[in-house]
Structure formats: C-alpha cells, structure tokens
C-alpha cells in the first residue's frame, strides 16, 4: 500500500461519476470548473462499467450518478445498468431537465436506487432567474412526481444562498409535498462558478442564524416524516467542514474525460498530477495517483493543524478552499478560528453584491 | 399533527416490517462485513444488526422476529423486545424501515 503516513489506506466508500459536464442550466453556484470537458472527450458506456467493476473491488458502496446533468447522456440506461450489475448502490442526481417519465421508468428498471433533485427556490420564477432557464421549476415538480410514482425514494437537495435562504422552511415544506424522504439543505460552497458569483450568492450572518434556528424547529416539527440534512455554510462557522471526509480517505471523483480526483473541485489547484481510467486501474489510482497522496492523512500538515486535537476529525478543512483564498493548498483551511487568516474569510462574508449572476455557461 | 413517536414507543406485534425501496443490506468483502446503504448514507451494520434487519423482509410480523432472535441467541424474550424496538424505531426515524 502507499507510503502516506498510516500502516493501514482506508478503502472509500463512495465514487462520484460524473458522467458529463453538459447541462441545460445555468446555475450560478455550480461546482463544475470554469474550464468545461467536452462532449467528444466523455469516457463511453463500457469504460464506466469497467470503472464499476474496479471500484467495487477497492470497496466502493455506492455511486452517484452526476454531472453536470447525467441526462443528457443518451446512454444513461446502460450506464446505470451496468453501475447496478456491478454491485454498487446507484444514486441519480439530477435536475430534472431532460430526463423523460419513460426514461425514468427505464432507469427503475435498471435498478437505480435513489434519485436526488435540485430545487433553486420554492418560489418558481425565482427558482428560474437562478437556474437561468425558464420552466425548470415546473419541469422538475413533474420530475418528482414521477420519481414518487414509480415508488423511488427521493431526497430534495436545496440549495441556499442570499436569494432564498429566507424561505429555508418553505424549500422544505416543498420537498415533504413532492414527496420526498429527505432533504439536503445545501448552503453554497464557493468553487468554480460559485468561487466566480461569490458576492451575488453571499447571505448576511443574520440570515445565516435564522437559517439555523429554522434548521432545528423544523427537524422537531418533521421528524419521522421527512430527514433534514444539513450543516451550518462554513464562511460563518467555526471549525472547517471535514471535507471529503478527508482527502483521499473516503471517497474519490471521476471527470466526464476520465480524471480521477480526490474531490470535484481538485483541479483547482495546481501542480497536482491526476491520473486517469483510461490508463490505470482505480484501485492503482486510489493507492499511487500523487493527487491522492498528495494530502492524505496528516503528515502533509502545517501548524496550527499539525498539533492540532481535531487534525483527524476535520483534516485541516477543505484543501481547495485553502488554495482558492491562500494561494497555499497545504495551509489551514482558513476558515478554521485557530487558522491566522480567519478574519480574511470573516471581510469576505461581508462582500455582496446585487450585480447579475455570471451564468454557467459552456 | 399526531404526536411523536419516541425510541421507545411499543412496535405492533402484528407490524411486518421491511426495508423501503432504496435501503439494502449488503454484505461487503472489500469492506469486510455488513452494510446498510441508504440515499447518500452508510451505516456499517454488526452482525447482530445485520440479523435483525435480514429479518425485516415484510412478511414477518414483529412478534415472530423477536421470538426468532429470542430463541436464536437464548436471550429474554423481553430483553430482545425492547432492544429491537430502540434498534427499529431508530431505523424508522431515519427512513431506513418501514413499521
């Protein structure tokens, strides 16, 4: 196994597909890079079943289905057949443009296991202005009747950002009418397009704190009847997310073209080497790729994480966002309290901006 | 709204529970034991868990499950009936079983 620091390479549990980086929206806040792969360069059908196969053996559970929108692959059904018959749990996550009731119904056949849909706001012509696409609002309410009818178990995810956190507690009455099991309230992390939009998407504290509040009466008020996820959006917490569970630990990426990434936004940084499918195997990746050694475990540290109680429960935060605001991938995540750069975060959160949303374009 | 029910409130004797479409017990070699798969979750399941919910098929009733580990591990009956109504009830908060 590789030489990281611990005797023992955690296996991960989860493989993020993402099958093209096509899609009919717009979103603002989407974490795909500014540099889109394109169509010609997509890894086909019987490569991702290949992929299937070998994450299985490295000990993926289950895989998630995404993109940019999975939909728009025309060989969708086979895909997830093939994501099935290799034995992994499939999770479809999507956004609900593109993707027919037969279609779906195919899908089910296929065995998919799950299906998560996107929803920008539960006012509809909000909803639209942020997807940048008129009638997605009602597209996707269709969307998730028919996930329901086919008995699928749907999760809502609702993303949050200064336009709708307001209305965190009507997003959530929305998902338990479409009849979602779950909802994930998403906060908008900023990477790629969301990196770009940061100063239009940013709430204010006090908005963020009522978010909250709402967060806890709600999971009271619903609980047995629909599951609330979420965390607290990390411009304003204390402590970094524990990202990706850890680089390299817990799960691992793999682009439209075949690039394996510890997580989606790793390209961002530079000087990493990513290998790709095309060339090696996952599980060689998983335990060689330097990407993947790049940050694992924590013999990579720098103080104050390096001594720090939690280095192993947060791994120094988010490797990206350490990059994206330091210019520094190995520093502490910065909006880490202990980190010296905290107050640069807290200054940013005060940034907003009404100016237009840059659209995810291609 | 009905009220809530808690950890602790009494499963039906006549109830069949069963695991809803999109949660699947599976047994993996690579990760070397039991896992309960869930929408966007995992919870590795010890062998005792993993034996309550194989039975969780939807043609047991309640009963006959805690009768059934009753008598498989030589245990009170009692005792397995209320540690497997925490286990389930705990299950069912989170949308994992069907009661």
New interface residues.
Partial sequence: MASNGSSTLS?P??LLAELTHRCPLGCPYCSNPLALEPREQELDAATWARVFYEA????V??V?LSGGEPAARRDLVDITTAARVA?L?T?LITSGIGLTAKRLAELRNAGL??V?VSIQDSNPKSADHIAGYDGAFTRKCELANEVVRL???L?VNAVMHRANIERIGEMVDLALLMGA??V?IAHVQYYGWGLKNRAMLMPERAQVERAIATVEELRK?Y??R??I?AVVPDYFARYPKPCVGGWGRRSLNVTPTGRVLPCHAAESIPGLEFWSVRERSLTDIWEYSPAFNAFRGTSWMKEPCASCARREQDFGGCRCQAFALLGDAAATDPVCHLSPHRAQVSALALVQDDAPYFYRRV | ?SE??TATTPIAPDARPRL?????L?H?E??GGW?L?A??R?FKADPIAAEIVKRCTGESTFAAIVDDLAQAYAAPRERVLADVTVMLRGL????LLEL
């Fill in positions: 296996r549990l989860g299985v053996a490295l000990g559970l289950q998630h034995g749990y999770n296991d799950h998560q008995k699928l178990p999760t099991g779950r994930e008020r609980q047995g629909i599951v996820d | 709204m809530q029910s809803p479409h999109g949660v699947r599976v993996s690579a990760q896992v798969l929408p966007e995992v069912a908060d989170k949308k």
